[in-house]
């Protein structure tokens, strides 16, 4: 896979909204939409894009899920570090974003449950007995401000005239 | 009213006492239009003059945190030293002139006011000003008001609103004193051929006439990999010591509301400018000034992304256009379209009423910039991508139901 410094423009935007089709795209960046649409495919295949999602305000949507941060301190196993535990612990359905750290704990583990319960269940029983690890420490999100470069709350922070000069 | 009506009367009597010249300052079209669209709720607006953004967040957080500090005083005439001194800095970098911050800047309420000061400044009555049509609305009151004599130069459409220097050249008379010139363009978002602004150059040097260059677009230029990149008279030969290069925060750093500009000119005429604006202005608001301290100092970037966006949304109204089959040339700058509405057989006062009544939407008629805007009106795309979409259906549909 090539790397280069700046990330391709196409990708700026459909991070910002997914739904762009390769015509819009077109036409927004003065490129042919098939060729748009062959870099989308190629970027698929590749992993540089791992998926779509809308972004969603639980405290608007309702059936707001209980989020915890979880830090995670790891044993390093012989010959492959952190990896295939972290691996591992990526592949449960609960967990929704899964790091590798610098600094205190090694892994940040996003949790996601219908309740506190479910939460605690899956740190308790699944996560926390796991062989090498170590330690958990379960912080619970109690708010949201900004989820994926999108402010939470009203959309517009002032009023704007309609007519100016 | 009737005619017995003392409150009536006195008004009459008081209106009649306003000052002659601001009596013969005709109402600004685009007020009559403000009314229309204030009057009708849930406009899509392509009416604006100004960034769709907030200003970016880090120079709000600067500007509470000075207030936060209680940095609330008046500052020097000409604006706080940092701020001139980074002014300086930048216009050198951005438009390669070099200008000393102590004694050839001066920091104003928006390039509106420099603009003022600049005209007030340089004119003696009945000297005239060129300045090319259709352009922003304040030139020829403001010329008027400083008791100069506007003269117009109609820019056109097959020069994509360029101005000809063959046209400045015949507009020239004894009485000529000031060239006005504005590109990008607001209303056209015109930008300027480097040969034609050499030409324009060389005969105001020629003719020993004075230049005021509003770049308050500057920094939004698009298709820059293929086009010219943006150059100012002010860094053409001879044109430094004859030229007042007025910019400001407003447009690139979204700040209009915060009213900040500035004039970098020899020191003479940025000496007569703070004369007058000791007296009535006495400095720009504090609080913008430290604004734009942060703008300059940390601001490239937020601009550049929100060039960027401009752009994009350009191409997306310009693709619109095509569709609709309205005659568009293509803005090389600044946030505007200009399309031709001829072909729907309305003028364009009565093409933005109608599409307002019919399809919610504002747009302004091109002839609030000038009667050469006649038959063209001025689009702001810098709107959502989702309202840019539905403005643009609901012209569809206006449009061919006159065709």
């Not at chain 2, 204030?38 to 960034?51: R, Y």
């Not at chain 2, 102590?102 to 006011?113: A, F, M, N």
């Not at chain 2, 003269?151 to 008379?173: C, K, M, Q, W, Y």
Request: net charge negative; glycine share 8%.
């Amino acid at each position: 896979m090539h790397h280069s410094d700046e990330i391709d423009p196409l990708l700026v935007h459909l991070q910002r909204d997914a739904r762009l089709s390769p015509e819009a795209l077109a036409t927004m960046t003065g490129g042919d939409a098939d060729e748009i649409a062959r870099k989308i495919s190629a970027w698929e295949e590749s992993g540089a894009i791992l998926g779509y999602h809308t972004v969603i305000d639980s405290s608007k949507a309702g059936g707001a899920a209980v989020r915890a941060h979880i830090s995670v301190d790891l044993r390093p196993e012989d010959g492959h570090g952190f990896d295939r535990l972290a691996a591992r612990i990526a592949r449960f359905d609960e967990v929704k974003d899964c790091f590798l750290m610098s600094g205190g704990a090694d892994l940040v583990v996003v949790v996601e449950g219908a309740s506190l319960h479910e939460v605690a269940q899956f740190v308790a029983k699944k996560l926390s007995t796991m062989d090498g690890v170590e330690r958990t420490m379960t912080a619970f999100q109690l708010g949201g401000y900004k989820q994926n470069g999108f402010l939470a709350g009203s959309g517009m922070d002032e009023d704007r005239l309609a007519i100016t000069p | 009213m009737s005619e017995s009506d003392p409150s009536s009367e006195s008004e009459n009597c008081v209106s009649d006492r306003i000052s002659q010249i601001v009596r013969d300052i005709p109402r600004s079209g685009i007020r009559d239009f403000f009314e229309l669209v204030q009057a009708k709720g849930d406009v899509i607006s392509l009416g604006v003059g100004e960034p769709d953004f907030s200003t970016p967040w880090h120079i709000r957080e600067a500007i509470i945190r000075s207030l936060e500090r209680g940095q609330t005083s008046y500052t020097s005439n000409l604006g706080m030293p940092k701020l001139r001194e980074l002014i300086a800095e930048y216009v050198e970098s951005f438009f390669g002139v070099k200008y000393d911050a102590k004694e050839e800047v001066i920091i104003t309420v928006g390039v509106s006011e420099a603009l003022d000061l600049a005209f007030r400044a340089l004119l003696d009555p009945g000297d005239e000003v060129i300045y090319h049509e259709p352009c922003y609305v304040s030139y020829s009151p403001t010329i008027v008001m400083a008791h100069g004599r506007p003269v117009p130069v109609a820019t056109r459409p097959e020069d994509g609103f360029s101005l000809r220097a063959s046209d400045v050249a015949s507009a020239i008379s004894e009485k000529t004193k000031v060239v006005v010139l504005n590109f990008p363009t607001n209303p056209t978002g015109a930008v300027q051929p480097l040969a034609e602004l050499e030409a324009i150059a060389r005969l105001i040097v020629k003719h020993d006439l004075f230049c005021i260059t509003d770049e308050i677009y500057s920094e939004l230029r698009y298709d820059i990999q293929t086009g010219d990149p943006h150059v100012s008279i002010a860094s053409l030969p001879g044109m430094r010591e004859r030229t007042i290069l007025l910019h400001g925060f407003s447009k690139a750093y979204a700040m209009t509301g915060l009213r900040l500009g500035y004039a970098c000119a020899p020191h003479a005429i940025v000496e007569a400018m703070m004369r007058i604006h000791q007296y009535s202005m006495l400095c720009a608001p504090i609080t913008s000034q430290v604004g734009a301290i942060e703008a300059l100092e940390n601001g490239a970037g937020p601009v550049e992304e929100m060039r960027k966006s401009y752009e994009v949304r350009r191409n997306l109204f310009l693709q619109g256009m095509k569709e609709i089959g309205l005659p568009c040339f293509t803005p090389g700058g600044a946030f505007y379209a200009f399309p031709d509405i001829r072909k729907t057989g309305l003028s364009s006062a009565e093409f933005c009423v109608q599409l307002l009544e019919e399809e919610n939407i504002a747009v302004v008629p091109g002839s609030a910039f000038g009667a050469t805007g006649e038959g063209f009106v001025r689009c702001c795309y810098a709107t959502a991508p989702d309202l840019l979409e539905k403005a643009l259906d609901g012209i569809r549909r206006f449009v061919a139901s006159r065709s």
